[in-house]
């Protein structure tokens, strides 16, 4: 029963499936996991520095503040950059790996310089978010492109679902993580070697799909 349901959820119905298809969902769930688990981690240390100020107004203009630098800030790379993905996917993927890297870096360390910074800091990680987000979505639609036997629309499905399954252990896991170790100091330490391996899993899912 239990089969049953679990490769109705992770195996297309329609088409012929891809031989990359499995490797691709296997290290896919891997990478989404550590990624969600740095995403909980760069978050709760970010709101920790916005939970100290007095103001309400002052918080609001932060943490919303952030997403508007960044959003802003990204379309200019999102116009100039499309085209690359697809003319050379290789070093669009690791720049992709480097700014989203960057991105949690620079969340996790918020909570040690200046409220004043705060803005700048933040918008800067959202920015270099928005980017890396854009060039693994432009990867993965290839990636799906590839796998696709006239199935695109199911094969995106099954790996949103697989993904989003992956991405609730993830911010479960990093949620437990600050509590575990609620120094910012020691998570911001951790983060490149959580990084270096989710780039790793993300590598080691595209590896025989992106030419």
Request: hydrophobic share 40%; with cysteine; aromatic share 10%.
């Amino acid at each position: 029963m239990l089969t049953r349901v679990f490769e109705k959820i992770l195996l297309p119905s329609g088409g012929k499936l891809s031989p990359h298809y499995m490797k691709y969902m296997k290290w896919s769930f891997v990478s989404t996991t550590l990624v969600s688990i740095q995403t909980a981690m760069s978050t709760h240390s970010m709101l920790d520095v916005v939970g100290d100020s007095s103001c309400e107004s002052y918080r609001t203009i932060n943490y919303i503040g952030k997403d508007v630098i960044g959003q802003v800030s990204s379309l200019a790379y999102m116009s100039y950059m499309g085209e690359k993905s697809d003319k050379n996917s290789d070093n669009f993927m690791l720049f992709s790996n480097i700014t989203q890297q960057l991105s949690f870096i620079a969340m996790s360390l918020t909570p040690m310089v200046s409220n004043s910074l705060f803005l700048p800091v933040a918008g800067t990680s959202n920015l270099l978010s928005n980017i890396s987000f854009t060039g693994y979505g432009a990867i993965n639609a290839k990636c799906i492109q590839e796998m696709s036997d006239d199935n695109t629309g199911e094969l995106y499905m099954k790996i949103t679902t697989v993904n989003t399954l992956a991405s609730s252990i993830g911010l479960s896991i990093g949620i437990a993580f600050t509590f575990a170790v609620p120094e910012h100091e020691i998570r911001a330490c951790l983060m490149p070697v959580i990084g270096a391996i989710r780039v790793y899993a993300y590598n080691k899912a595209i590896e025989d799909l992106i030419k």
